[in-house]
């Protein structure tokens, strides 16, 4: 199959490409490097020649509810739209779980690309997925304020991106399937303690403090919103033993 990969270049997109040239794909990452503007449209109907799925794992560093609905919106109209010119048969987006019951902030911009998935022309498949291992590090570099580190009060089930990749390969192997099973970790974790041990593993001197976010998006984030449910499916690698990798 040839495969096009937006977000290639991503925490989850570098994983996405490697199992897909590992598995014997043609693969096409757009990005900006490759002269593709997934915001602007700039160079998508190029890159989709022959192209039989597309795997969107494109994301962006905001808070903003606004500024994250205006990514994914227009990243999204643009994917549909080149697809549809080009005969792109399958759409596959990787989104969040929990993210219909806490609309807020970043998660606001991911209700709105699954609604124009849903509602869109080309035949499509919605994985939801809990946060990556690699989390605790980004927010840590996020809210580190020298020796200070401060975390949200959040309870997380953390998954493998090397597994979210993996399952999102299996899925664009197959036909459109709407949207299927949600994967998360393989149990849940605080994320203050997921940064503590991050910062030990790498030897980082840092006091970690835990703080409640107020209004309806802290508490999605404390109350257990955010972890899967029945029915959903989990990956094998432990929080503590991706920690462990990363000292080595």
Known sequence: MKLAVAGGTGTVGAHVVEVARERGHEVVV???????DLVTGTGLSDALSGVDAVVDV???????AKESTAFFSAVTRNLLTAEGAAGVGHHLALSIVGIDEAPHGYYAGKVKQESLVRAGAVPWTILRATQFHEFAAQIRSQTSFGPLTVIPRMLSQPIAAREVAERLIDLAERSP????ADLGGPREERMVE????????IGARCSVLEVPIPGAYGRAMRDGTLVTSAGADHGTQTFEDWAAAQSR
């Open 58 to 64: 494109a994301s962006t560093q905001t808070l903003s």
């Open 30 to 36: 757009l990005s900006r490097s490759a002269g593709v």
């Open 194 to 201: 997921m940064v503590r041990r991050y910062a030990l593993a």
């Open 177 to 180: 399937s709407g949207r299927v």
